[in-house]
Each structure stands twice: as structure tokens, then as C-alpha cells.
Nanobody, 115 residues
Framework: VQLQASGGGLVQAGDSLRLTCLVS????????MAWFRQAPGKEREFVAS????????HYADSVQGRFTASRDNAKNTMSLQMNDLSPEDTAVYYC?????????WGQGTQVTVSS
């Protein structure tokens, strides 16, 4: 299974971005999905997760109400809509797929928010 995250970029505070994670080599519907991020000098942290069916979502307190995770199992893609971005959201964003004891990570996409 391979994951490829895309959609990052350089934006200003208050702007929006939409990240996408494309899954190949597997069926997305079989995997619980999540987004993590890692800022310079910091540990990787949880951002959001979405269940296999898309019914259940969870968010870190820092992004609750601003970020929305979604998935399209038919297209093997997961997305993260990020609104009202702030410089504190600057990080490399990673997507993760989990099924039983198996975990897969994407390569990350850089999000930089200027003040």
C-alpha cells in the first residue's frame, strides 16, 4: 500500500488549503485513515482521523472547528480541508492508513502559513 499526500503550499494567515491523500495498492475502504503533522523541532502530532466508513471523525483540539477530514472510498482518496489557517499550522502533513497490525505512511506535504 502506498500513500501520496499533496496539496500543501505557502499561504497567508486566514487562508484555506485542501490536502489530499491518494492510496494505491490497496482498497481504501479497508483502512482507518488519519492526518498527522510535524513542525520543525517538534514531534509528529495527531491532527484528525476518519473511520473506514467515514461516519466517525476525531480532531485535535487545536484544529477542531477549522479542519474537516473526508474520504471518498470509491476514488481511494482522503482529504483534509483546512480553513482559517494560522502560522501555528505550519508543518509537514502526513497521511496514515491503518488496518489491523499494519500501518502505512505517506511522504508528507509541506504547509507553510505566513503571518
Amino acid at each position: 500500500v502506498q500513500l501520496q499526500a499533496s496539496g500543501g503550499g505557502l499561504v497567508q494567515a486566514g487562508d484555506s488549503l485542501r490536502l489530499t491523500c491518494l492510496v494505491s495498492g490497496g482498497t481504501l475502504a479497508n483502512y482507518a485513515m488519519a492526518w498527522f503533522r510535524q513542525a520543525p523541532g517538534k514531534e509528529r502530532e495527531f491532527v484528525a482521523s476518519i473511520s473506514r466508513s467515514g461516519v466517525s471523525e476525531h480532531y485535535a483540539d487545536s484544529v477542531q472547528g477549522r479542519f474537516t477530514a473526508s474520504r471518498d472510498n470509491a476514488k481511494n482518496t482522503m482529504s483534509l480541508q483546512m480553513n482559517d489557517l494560522s502560522p501555528e499550522d505550519t508543518a509537514v502533513y502526513y497521511c496514515k492508513a491503518t488496518r489491523a497490525q499494519y500501518t502505512y505512511w505517506g511522504q508528507g506535504t509541506q504547509v507553510t502559513v505566513s503571518s
